[in-house]
């Protein structure tokens, strides 16, 4: 009896084996285990699960206060299903040590967050962190401030949980792009992104921006390069995004502005900012639409220039970038038409703001600003 009931299933089971040969995703689809697809520092948590099940999420802080608790459908072409804290953009984002919880029928998947790190040592062009011992890393990085060239190195992480990168022949400066993905045994990814610590001067005033590790902070100092006087110091910390603000005050308070020729020492923002500030000279024309200028060069000048103009509600009216002669002059011509990958045309107009930044070789600028007459 036994043995004819399965010669009977037999071309069923077949038929279904051929099936699943000749269509690879039908049996993943309907049997797709679920795993956390994570971006560090984002307000959402997402994964995969199979086509249309209902994933019952819970996300905690590693104290176990509740961020999310919410049951929804993953999606009918590859399963994926996202939840967001709040409304997605400026509240609770994704940490270290969160635990993750997702529950689709009786199968439960959990994760807590490991601890993944990536910092950038400038002076020595280093990619450094932290990561699950004894597992590997995937970096990945442009290959240069203005580059469209993607490099992806697999890293081994150490039994201390510490890892470290050199690329031969490669340069970190200042506003370099990275990121670092992680994945484990079952499938779960986590991904975060950065870019390495700078500072941007403007000439003529005492406020400075940049760029840093997200809730670390440092100090900028101006001193006279010949005698050390100290002029001004700049406390500044990064906010959740890494954005820095910051001003530079005297031992009275006062504020200070940045002129050429003194020396800006930030050494924990990087080891190597500690350079002479160079002047930034320029002009600009409504009525021909070009802007002229100068990056001098301050002992460590990168000879690359960078144009906005923006109109007075903020937007970027047109912009351009690119190598300046041996002397550091440029000149750009915004109302001639081009598809060049760092020129946007358009016109100069009396009132706009014309930015003028210059690069150094460690990836910090100088800039100068001026309203086009």
């Given at each position: 009896?036994?043995?004819?009931?399965h010669?009977?299933?037999?071309?069923?089971?077949?038929?279904?084996?051929?099936?699943?040969?000749?269509?690879?995703?039908?049996?993943?689809?309907a049997?797709?285990?679920?795993?956390?697809?994570?971006?560090?520092?984002?307000?959402?948590?997402?994964g995969?699960?199979?086509?249309?099940a209902?994933?019952?999420?819970?996300?905690?802080?590693?104290?176990?206060?509740?961020?999310?608790?919410?049951?929804?459908?993953?999606?009918?072409?590859?399963?994926?299903?996202?939840?967001?804290?709040?409304?997605?953009?400026t509240?609770?984002?994704?940490?270290?040590?969160?635990?993750?919880?997702?529950?689709?029928?009786?199968?439960?998947?959990?994760?807590?967050?490991?601890?993944?790190?990536?910092?950038?040592?400038?002076?020595?062009?280093?990619?450094?962190?932290?990561?699950?011992?004894?597992?590997?890393?995937?970096?990945?990085?442009?290959?240069?401030?203005?580059?469209?060239?993607?490099?992806?190195?697999?890293?081994a992480?150490?039994?201390?949980?510490?890892?470290?990168?050199?690329?031969?022949?490669?340069d970190?400066?200042?506003?370099?792009?990275?990121?670092?993905r992680?994945?484990?045994?079952?499938?779960?990814?986590?991904?975060?992104d950065?870019?390495?610590?700078?500072?941007?001067?403007?000439?003529?005033?005492?406020?400075?921006?940049?760029?840093?590790?997200?809730?670390?902070?440092?100090?900028?100092?101006?001193?006279?390069?010949?005698?050390?006087e100290?002029?001004?110091?700049?406390?500044?910390?990064?906010?959740?995004?890494?954005?820095?603000?910051?001003?530079?005050?005297?031992?009275?308070?006062?504020?200070?502005?940045?002129?050429?020729?003194?020396?800006?020492?930030?050494?924990?923002?990087?080891?190597?900012?500690?350079?002479?500030?160079?002047?930034?000279?320029?002009?600009?024309?409504?009525?021909?639409d070009?802007?002229?200028?100068?990056?001098?060069d301050g002992?460590i000048?990168?000879?690359?220039?960078?144009?906005?103009?923006?109109a007075?509600?903020?937007?970027?009216?047109?912009?351009?970038a690119?190598?300046?002669?041996?002397?550091?002059?440029?000149a750009?011509?915004?109302?001639?038409?081009?598809?060049?990958?760092?020129y946007?045309?358009?016109?100069?107009?009396?009132?706009?703001?014309?930015?003028?930044?210059?690069?150094q070789?460690?990836?910090?600028?100088?800039?100068?600003?001026?309203?086009?007459p």
């Open positions: 009896m036994s043995t004819t009931i010669r009977r299933l037999l071309p069923a089971l077949l038929a279904s084996l051929l099936l699943i040969a000749l269509v690879p995703g039908a049996a993943s689809a049997s797709r285990p679920t795993r956390f697809e994570l971006y560090l520092n984002s307000s959402c948590v997402g995969y699960s199979n086509d249309g209902l994933v019952e999420l819970t996300w905690r802080r590693a104290s176990g206060k509740l961020m999310v608790h919410e049951t929804f459908r993953a999606g009918n072409n590859g399963g994926y299903w996202e939840a967001c804290a709040g409304d997605g953009f509240t609770p984002r994704l940490k270290l040590g969160d635990r993750l919880q997702a529950k689709v029928g009786s199968a439960v998947r959990k994760l807590t967050v490991p601890t993944l790190t990536l910092r950038f040592n400038r002076a020595n062009d280093v990619f450094k962190g932290r990561a699950p011992a004894s597992t590997s890393v995937r970096l990945g990085f442009a290959g240069g401030l203005y580059s469209d060239v993607q490099i992806e190195r697999t890293v992480v150490k039994s201390d949980g510490t890892w470290k990168y050199r690329e031969p022949d490669f970190i400066m200042g506003g370099q792009y990275a990121y670092l992680w994945k484990n045994a079952k499938n779960d990814r986590l991904t975060l950065g870019v390495a610590p700078y500072i941007r001067l403007t000439l003529g005033a005492s406020r400075f921006t940049g760029g840093h590790y997200a809730g670390t902070s440092f100090e900028a100092r101006l001193r006279d390069p010949s005698s050390g100290l002029r001004a110091i700049g406390p500044a910390s990064a906010n959740i995004d890494g954005a820095v603000s910051g001003r530079f005050r005297d031992s009275n308070g006062h504020t200070v502005p940045v002129s050429a020729g003194l020396r800006l020492k930030a050494l924990k923002l990087a080891g190597d900012a500690n350079w002479i500030v160079p002047n930034v000279t320029g002009s600009a024309s409504a009525g021909t070009e802007v002229k200028g100068r990056c001098f002992g000048s990168a000879r690359w220039y960078d144009v906005r103009v923006v007075p509600d903020g937007d970027t009216r047109a912009r351009a690119g190598s300046t002669g041996s002397a550091g002059s440029f750009v011509d915004f109302g001639v038409g081009s598809d060049g990958l760092f946007t045309p358009g016109d100069v107009r009396p009132g706009d703001l014309v930015v003028i930044g210059c690069l070789r460690t990836g910090d600028w100088t800039q100068r600003e001026l309203i086009a």
